[in-house]
């Protein structure tokens, strides 16, 4: 009987430690998605999602090394994410290192699946 117990009492922490896991792993990229979408973040006129629809275009920024938008070089995703945010946006540059940029970071990789997985009808 105790072993029953026992045996119940892991399994609901091994879940909970699930959970939290996953949760964690989701939380960035939606908040970096709801940045994405809202025009009045950074201070600007526009939101990123105005000019890449749902990410489009972007699913291949997540690995480039090196960026070139509007005749500029980038050679960071976080680099190249200040630019549109300065020069596409019209708002404020944010910290490299901040959690909004981590945020934005995790949503633009996210996106990198997107392509094949509409090629394969998902
Ligand atoms: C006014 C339109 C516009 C807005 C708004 C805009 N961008 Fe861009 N963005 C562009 C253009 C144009 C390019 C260069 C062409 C391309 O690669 O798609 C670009 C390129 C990029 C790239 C590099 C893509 C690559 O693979 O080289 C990233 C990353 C990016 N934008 C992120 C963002 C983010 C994040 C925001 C919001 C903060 C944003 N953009 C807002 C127009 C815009």
């Not at 970096?32 to 809202?38: I, M, P, R």
């Not at 050679?75 to 909004?100: T, W, Y």
Request: glycine share 8%; proline share 2%; charged share 30%.
């Amino acid at each position: 009987m105790k072993i029953m117990k026992v045996s119940l009492l892991l399994l609901i922490i091994l879940g909970l430690t699930f959970s939290v896991a996953i949760a964690k792993k989701h939380l960035p990229e939606e908040r970096g998605k709801t940045l994405f979408n809202d025009q009045k973040a950074f201070g600007g006129k526009k939101a990123c999602n105005d000019c890449h629809p749902n990410g489009k275009g972007l699913e291949k920024a997540a690995d480039k090394k090196e960026f070139k938008t509007m005749g500029k070089t980038q050679k960071s995703l976080e680099e190249a994410v200040n630019f549109c945010i300065v020069n596409a946006n019209k708002g404020k540059a944010i910290d490299v290192k901040s959690e909004q940029m981590k945020d934005m970071a995790a949503y633009i990789k996210s996106l990198k699946g997107k392509v094949k997985q509409k090629a394969a009808g998902y």
